[in-house]
């Protein structure tokens, strides 16, 4: 093949997904195997692993479609932190409620923003740990070479 035609092949691969290709991807975000994927949308298994490992319009597609389903769940997880939060306010507020409960509700909040900022604390600790590790690792490996 000459280097036209490769580049022409190249080309037609980034261009538009075929109808079964999109349905691929559409399985691959709800099956927990490429089998099954492969099977629910019609596509040869074989086919459907050389679309993952080496298609040129194909896997970018796919991990832009994983990514924003990740980021779907992410949001939605993100959202739901809320309603707890909300429902507590509500008793908190009402006047109508027992004190005993309104009080409940109100230690219940502020455990919940208490306890928040220690997490990302305690992971922005590890993660400083962690880089100050392999910054002395590598600073003794460069001292350690012959100059």
Same mark, same amino acid.
């Given at each position: !093949?000459?280097?036209?035609?490769?580049?022409?092949?190249?080309?037609?691969? *980034? /261009?538009?997904? @075929?109808?079964r290709q999109?349905r &691929?991807?559409?399985?691959? &975000?709800? *099956?927990?195997?490429?089998h099954k994927?492969?099977?629910?949308?019609? $596509?040869?298994?074989?086919t459907?692993q050389?679309? $993952? @490992?080496?298609?040129?319009?194909f896997?970018?597609r796919?991990?832009?479609a994983?990514? /924003?389903?990740?980021?779907?769940?992410?949001?939605? @997880?993100?959202?739901?932190?809320?309603?707890? $939060?909300?429902?507590? %306010?509500?008793?908190?507020?009402?006047?109508? /409620?027992?004190p005993?409960?309104? &009080?409940?509700?109100?230690? @219940?909040i502020?455990?919940?923003? !208490? %306890?928040?900022?220690?997490?990302? &604390?305690?992971?922005?600790?590890?993660? $400083?740990?962690r880089?100050?590790?392999? !910054?002395?690792? %590598?600073l003794? /490996?460069?001292?350690?070479?012959?100059?």
């Amino acid at each position: !093949m000459n280097q036209t035609h490769v580049q022409e092949m190249k080309k037609s691969q *980034q /261009a538009a997904l @075929s109808a079964r290709q999109e349905r &691929l991807i559409a399985e691959l &975000l709800t *099956q927990p195997t490429l089998h099954k994927a492969a099977a629910n949308a019609g $596509v040869p298994e074989r086919t459907a692993q050389r679309w $993952v @490992s080496g298609h040129a319009a194909f896997r970018p597609r796919l991990h832009k479609a994983r990514r /924003a389903q990740i980021k779907a769940a992410i949001n939605a @997880s993100i959202k739901a932190q809320f309603a707890p $939060v909300e429902a507590l %306010r509500k008793i908190a507020e009402d006047e109508q /409620a027992p004190p005993a409960k309104r &009080l409940a509700a109100c230690v @219940s909040i502020l455990k919940l923003f !208490m %306890r928040g900022p220690k997490l990302n &604390l305690t992971e922005r600790i590890a993660t $400083v740990e962690r880089q100050t590790r392999e !910054m002395t690792e %590598r600073l003794r /490996a460069t001292a350690a070479r012959p100059r």
